[in-house]
């Protein structure tokens, strides 16, 4: 799908108001591929670079997902071989290993569940939601990846430290 790239203005108000250019190019991204990528900077780069889904609750029926710390492409590869598995029939669950997102190694889908989620990370994930009539947020999961050299996971005694601080930990 098209994607769109915002900086860390994450000001999308939940109200009637007309949607505006960047709320109506998602909407038809999802109408035409059935989801959206979001890719977010942070201009003055002092936070983690990600990217997340906006559409696989209303396509899929799963959750969102949102991945941080890697090159922009292979985010979004990442999101987009995650639609396609789904797609295909494999069920998104917490905790579930995820094959062929990055050669070599598994990814690990992990609940995100921190509390500034819907603030500081996945606002049009959160906005479309609400924008679909549906009350609270929706389910979200944070792919996680190895160290390449190690293939060691955050959690894991010994994993590097760059790792660790490309990936917020979203996750409980």
Known sequence: PISASCSRDRSLPLTDRPLNDFETRTLD??????????????????????????????????????????????????????FRQIKAGCTAAPGQRWHNLIEGFDCVGMAATDPELFTEYAT?????WRHQ?????????????????????????????????AQPRLWA
């Not at 780069?45 to 799963?62: H, I, K, P, R, W």
């Open 29 to 82: 991204n999802i109408a035409t591929h059935g989801w959206s990528a979001l890719h977010v900077f942070d201009p003055d780069g002092l936070g983690a670079e990600f990217s997340y889904s906006v559409g696989f609750t209303q396509t899929l029926g799963a959750p969102e997902f949102i991945v941080f710390g890697l090159p922009k492409d292979l985010r979004h590869y990442m999101l987009s071989e995650v």
């Open 124 to 128: 049009s994930a959160n906005w479309f």
């Open 133 to 165: 009539g549906h009350t609270g947020h929706p389910d979200v999961i944070q792919l996680v990846w190895p160290g390449s050299k190690d293939g060691l996971f955050p959690w894991d005694d010994g994993c590097s430290p760059d790792v660790i601080a």
